[in-house]
């Protein structure tokens, strides 16, 4: 009862204008972020935190969660209609809706994949709902040595679901680093401030994350050509054979998305590779993926989706986010003043419930958006990239600048985007040197409070259980994906 | 073992390993153990000895194959021009103001870089500054820098 009682009090919270208003602005970006190639849901976030600073932070993450499952919907346009996902999550769709689309059926793959995302969105607020508040609960318990172990196990599956394990925790521990910059809160001590009265805050989080995400991305997309998109949708609406045929991998696809978004840093992309996988292990017509099979579009559009809500359980129930975007959402939080974590739903319930309600709301507005204006949002493809970097240059300096009012902090976003631009030319992740970035006080100040409490002593680490437990699981994060590595080179070299 | 990384990336592990030595040279001139507890020169000790292990071991182990259509003059040229413009850019705001310098290196980009016409150049680069500056200083009331005429 009292889930229901803290909902319907989110309802009352999210049906306010200012956040209806919120909540359509947030899905409205984050389908247009996600539909126009070179700037994702990060990126998105990263330029928008500016403005919402000094704002009410219910209304900010409304916002921000909007775009991130929003961009999800987005991301199926491109895929289906140029075969270029516009986010990585969308890549299984683009096998399958992009030959639909070559075979006059970009309306129907639109269609079902609005009608699956709705419903994976929907079950998966439920799920978020239901699982979220008992997980925050038993983890209220939790002590220094845990929040270590958390915080570890955060950085380390975040590093690992990257295509290098190695560049991934490289870039964490990047950021850790960058986070130490700046006065020591426990000792007073200047660290790394070079005698720079502006560097005694250390580098806000709002400089390196819009670096990385919004001058990095937009030097990544530069100079690429863009392909023709296809853009007579057609009817969106799918047949009652082609509903028949979609259901169950609309069903599988929203559970397996789930379940995959609460593992801590598995995300969207992870949910729709394994969707798409298991449809096409219970199709009777395997051969028909990658020729334009609506379950091949129905199941990863589902799992996609209903990822983006399971991710935000880690992140606010544990404070261990699912994805790079939420570990923005998570910076976000802290920028606020709000503590994440297992106390979230105890000192801050109703922002959280009505987050809640608000992707419920937010959920409608998409499928109503998708299904009549698919057409509409497909001639925005038309809009070519050289129009729409330079005004993306320009917010990403208005935004930064406007923050401390420092030009340092447009060198350093200068900087640091070149940074970026690197990162994603040669492959080695930035969401896990946020996550550092935005995690390395609450690990530093756990560290210390642990061997505090212990006398100095590690084995404090390892003799309670869940904190065991959780480095045990960073363990397997990190060896996992290096052992099967190993496996397939051994498997290839001839015997 | 071959390194067969690709310039950029040798760059930027290095970059990493730098950025590492500099932290473990540092952090040791600060005072490591305190009592119990680790003081503040521990940590970025220890984040820079891994980030210098981690780097070359990424560097050698998982860079990514020496693409040399990838790496050429062409697909490099127009990332280095927006780094350049934008560099001019924020050199200029203290001195032409936030307005004209971002006009400038927006028309510059629009015009100059991608060969737009002249006249969506102006319209897109003018109007990007007129929303920016009633949202962050009508709006936001953020004092963005104003050059020797006023705005």
């Known amino acids: 009862m009292s889930v229901l009682a803290d909902l319907a009090a989110g309802f009352a919270g999210a049906l306010t204008p200012w956040n209806l208003l919120m909540c359509f602005a947030g899905v409205f970006a984050g389908q247009l972020v996600g539909a126009l190639p070179g700037i994702g849901p990060s990126a998105a976030i990263a330029l928008l935190l500016p403005l919402t600073f000094g704002g009410d932070p219910t209304s900010a993450i409304i916002l921000f969660a909007g775009i991130y499952y929003g961009a999800q919907y987005g991301g199926t346009l491109t895929s289906v209609l140029i075969s270029v996902p516009g986010e990585p999550s969308s890549v299984m769709t683009s096998l399958d809706g992009y ?12 269609g079902i994949a609005a009608i699956g995302s709705f419903f994976a969105g929907t079950i998966a607020t439920l799920g978020l709902m239901i699982l979220a508040p008992p997980l925050a609960r038993a983890a209220l318990a939790f002590g220094p040595p845990e929040y270590f172990a958390l915080v570890v196990l955060g950085l380390t599956a975040l590093a690992a679901v990257g295509g290098s394990v190695l560049k991934g925790l490289s870039a964490g521990v990047f950021g850790l680093l960058i986070s130490t910059i700046g006065i020591d809160q426990q000792t007073g001590v200047a660290r790394f401030a070079f005698d720079q009265v502006w560097l005694l805050d250390g580098i806000g989080f709002i400089v ?24 007579n949708v057609g009817n969106v609406l799918p047949s009652r054979e082609e ?34 996988i298991v449809e096409k292990k219970v199709s009777r017509n395997p051969e028909k993926f990658g020729t334009g099979a609506i379950e091949g579009v129905a199941g990863p559009e589902a799992s996609n989706n209903a990822a983006a809500g399971g991710a935000m359980v880690p992140m606010l129930a544990l404070g261990v986010p699912g994805s790079g975007t939420t570990a923005i959402i998570l910076g976000a939080l802290i920028m606020f003043g709000i503590r994440p974590g297992p106390e979230l739903f105890d000192k801050n319930s109703a ?20 299904l009549p204006l698919a057409g509409l949002f497909a001639k925005l493809l038309r809009v070519p990239y050289p129009y729409l970097y330079p005004p993306i240059l320009a917010l990403c300096v208005a935004g930064v ?17 070149v940074l970026g631009w690197l990162m994603m030319r040669y492959d080695w992740p930035a969401a896990p040197m946020i996550l550092g970035l935005v995690l390395g006080v609450i690990f530093e100040n756990s560290l ?9 002593s590690l084995t404090i680490f390892f003799t309670r259980p869940v904190s ?21 080179s051994r498997k290839q070299v001839p015997a | 073992m071959r390194l067969r990384a690709a310039s950029g990336e040798i760059f930027l592990a290095l970059a990493f390993v730098g950025a590492g030595a500099f932290w473990v040279l540092t952090a040791l001139g600060m005072q490591l153990w305190e009592g119990f507890a680790p003081s503040s020169g521990f940590l970025p000790l220890v984040y820079g000895l891994l980030l210098m292990g981690l780097s070359v071991a990424a560097l050698l182990l998982e860079a990514r194959p020496n693409d040399r259509t990838e790496e050429s003059n062409a697909t490099i040229r127009q990332p280095l021009i927006v780094i350049a413009a934008m560099a001019a850019g924020v050199a200029g705001l203290e001195v032409a103001g936030f307005a004209v310098s971002i006009f400038l290196t927006m028309f510059f980009l629009l015009k100059v870089t991608e060969r737009l016409p002249l006249l969506p150049s102006l319209l897109t680069a003018g109007g990007t500054v007129l929303i920016l500056r009633l949202v962050f200083r009508t709006w936001l009331g953020v004092p963005l820098p104003n050059g020797p005429w006023g705005f």
């Open chain 1, 99 to 110: 030959q639909m689309a070559l075979k006059g059926r970009a309306g129907t793959a639109l």
């Open chain 1, 468 to 488: 065991a437990f959780l480095l045990a699981c960073s363990l397997l994060a990190i060896t996992a994906p290096l052992i099967i590595k190993l496996m397939q």
């Open chain 1, 208 to 231: 390196i994350t819009v670096a990385l995400f919004g001058i990095g991305e937009v030097l990544s997309s530069v100079g690429k050509p863009a392909p023709a998109p296809i853009t």
């Open chain 1, 448 to 456: 210390r409070q642990s061997m505090t409490l212990s006398h100095g």
């Open chain 1, 401 to 417: 600048y406007s923050q401390a009012n420092s030009i340092q902090d447009v060198w350093m976003l200068l900087g640091f985007g």
């Open chain 1, 243 to 276: 509903w028949r045929q979609s259901r169950m991998p609309i069903l599988r696809g929203s559970v397996i998305g789930f379940l995959v978004g609460v593992l801590p840093a598995t995300g969207a992309t992870i949910a729709s590779f394994i969707a798409y």
């Open chain 1, 351 to 370: 922002l959280v419930w009505t987050v809640i309600a608000s992707m419920y709301i937010g959920n409608v507005m998409l499928l109503v958006m998708n």
